[in-house]
């Protein structure tokens, strides 16, 4: 006699939740959500501009929305001296937000750091239509440690002296 656990059941029915699709989602969101800026440009023309995490260009647009979209890739410093975090979305963990994000921490010249974005980006086949956005980020965000490490230099705020013979 075989019995059934009724767990099992609700088990299988967790695990077959739906997700709503991306351009539904994009279209619910696009003119109104709480990461969106919008800003005046040239004229009456409005740049819009969003503060989402996973969003690499910072545009309010389907191809970069971290919203909208299933795979993410995310490229930000890694707190102080300690190299870039590049972050990339499970597509099987959709309803699990805590583990949602592959993270993976850069401490290498700038040269090998690019070279594993690409590798992730595009020749892995996650998203290679974000490889040219990703490593711009990359690139901007490297600048922005290498100048946190350096400080700031000094300028010279005296005049210059002239040695020797004055001019007359």
């Given at each position: 006699?075989?019995?059934?656990?009724?767990?099992?059941?609700?088990?299988?029915?967790?695990?077959?939740?739906?997700?709503?699709?991306g351009q539904l989602?994009?279209?619910?969101?696009?003119?109104?959500?709480?990461?969106?800026?919008?800003?005046?440009?040239?004229?009456?023309q409005s740049v819009e501009?969003?503060?989402?995490?996973?969003?690499?260009?910072?545009l309010n647009s389907f191809k970069y929305s971290g919203l909208a979209n299933k795979k993410t890739v995310t490229i930000?410093?890694?707190?102080?001296?300690?190299?870039?975090?590049?972050?990339?979305t499970k597509t099987k963990k959709q309803n699990k937000p805590s583990a949602l994000l592959h993270k993976s921490l850069m401490k290498k010249e700038f040269s090998r750091m690019a070279k594993a974005v690409q590798?992730?980006?595009?020749?892995n086949h996650y998203r290679p239509d974000l490889t040219n956005a990703a490593l711009a980020r990359l690139s901007a965000v490297n600048r922005s440690i290498?100048?946190?490490?350096?400080?700031?230099k000094k300028r010279n705020?005296?005049?210059?002296?002239?040695?020797?013979?004055?001019?007359?």
């Open positions: 006699m075989v019995y059934k656990n009724p767990n099992s059941v609700l088990q299988s029915k967790k695990e077959k939740m739906t997700t709503v699709p989602v994009w279209e619910i969101v696009k003119k109104n959500n709480c990461f969106l800026v919008k800003e005046f440009g040239r004229g009456t501009f969003s503060r989402e995490p996973n969003n690499l260009y910072n930000q410093p890694a707190g102080k001296d300690q190299g870039v975090l590049l972050a990339t590798n992730q980006v595009t020749k290498r100048v946190a490490k350096s400080g700031v705020r005296q005049g210059l002296k002239i040695r020797g013979r004055k001019w007359k």
